[in-house]
């Protein structure tokens, strides 16, 4: 599972916000992500877990373009 996924994935989740927030942070924290935007102002910015994918992978160029965001990208275009 790519980085974006995982974290659209928890964004998706029927869970609290803070809850959100914390596993958000644990997973950066543990990838070590380049990633500028803190997982606060992903949620604050995007409530819906597709911007904030896009925004995740412009802010973050050691993501590369795999089969999962080629998926993604196709879906979206439906």
Known sequence: MSIPILYCYILNQSIPKSIKIA????????????????????LMKFPHPIPAMYEIYAQNPTIL?????KKFDENSKK
Not at 65 to 69: A, R
């Open 65 to 69: 373009y795999d089969d999962e965001w």
């Open 23 to 42: 596993a958000l942070e644990i997973l950066r924290e543990k990838l070590k992500c380049l990633i500028q935007t803190t997982p606060k102002e992903i």
